[in-house]
């Protein structure tokens, strides 16, 4: 009998790479948005997970609007936090494995280096703190939980969903005609979502547990990502690097927040390919998919 799986927040960018390669190995796949579980709702996710008898439960939800967690920390934490410790709950009841979404900014950017999974963490805000606590619920309710952080998602997914991606962004920019400014002093891993859906599985096939990181192939700043979609694109907008200075926002973020994929490595799995392949792969599933409204 095929394995049994769920998908919480189906319907964003990495949700539905979640889908798509869970029925490409043969899961017995079910996708959940927030229109059909409310993973705030403990009482609707122990039902959900009770009927459908999942063997593995995967959780791709979150509020991710960075900048608008300070002035609702609250509404953070419950989607990000104690939603969390309802699914692990509800996976302890029913026997179920977890596998949990977090993400680089849990840590604050000072150190310099690829983070590795046992670097210490320091969220620097609500959004952050948020994304910590799910973690430590995932932990704290279950033996085998996998917390997989990851850095930067973009995907074709990104299409069809509100906030879109990075790279929707700066094509949406371009069109303005207008100068892009993006920060060159704050550098991530960008991640391309069906490689990271695919190497998430891979973990959960080997049957491991803890944290990983899987972050994109190559540490970049913001702006030398930004120059690689446009370079790719055929596009040449005109793109000025700017600073944390000068670019202020709400929310602190950490400046260097790259992930070391060392232990993913160490355990068999393919490395991530470099930024600019991802990028390549990005447009040529973005050309492939239907224009929006058909």
Known sequence: ??????????????????VRELKARRYDVTGWDR????????????????????????????YNQVDVAEKEPQAALLVNGLAVRNLAMACRQNDARLVHFSTDYVFDGLARHPYTEDDPTHPLGAYAVSKLVGELYAQAYLDR???????GVFGPGG???????FVELMLRLAGSKNPIRVVEDHFASPTFAPWLA???????????????????????????????IFEVAGLAPTLQATNER???????????SA???????????????????????????????PAPGR
């Open 259 to 289: 992930l070391s994929n060392g232990k993913m490595e160490r355990v068999g799995l393919e490395p991530m390919p470099p930024l600019r392949q991802a990028v390549e792969a990005y447009f040529a599933e973005r050309n492939r998919a």
């Open 198 to 228: 695919a190497r998430t599985v891979d973990l959960v096939d080997r049957n491991l547990e803890g944290v990983f990181h899987i972050g994109g192939g190559t540490p970049t700043s913001w702006f030398e990502f930004a120059r690689a």
């Open 246 to 256: 000068e670019y202020r926002t709400a929310a602190r973020r950490p400046r260097y």
């Open 1 to 18: 009998m095929n394995r049994k799986a769920v998908v919480f927040g189906a319907a964003g960018q990495l949700g539905v790479e979640l």
């Open 159 to 165: 299409l069809s969903t509100a906030r879109g991606n």
């Open 145 to 151: 939980a996998l917390v997989v952080r990851t850095s």
């Open 35 to 62: 229109s059909q579980v409310d993973i705030t709702d403990a009482a609707a996710v122990e039902s959900a997970l009770a009927r459908y008898e999942a063997e593995i439960v995967f959780n791709s939800a979150a």
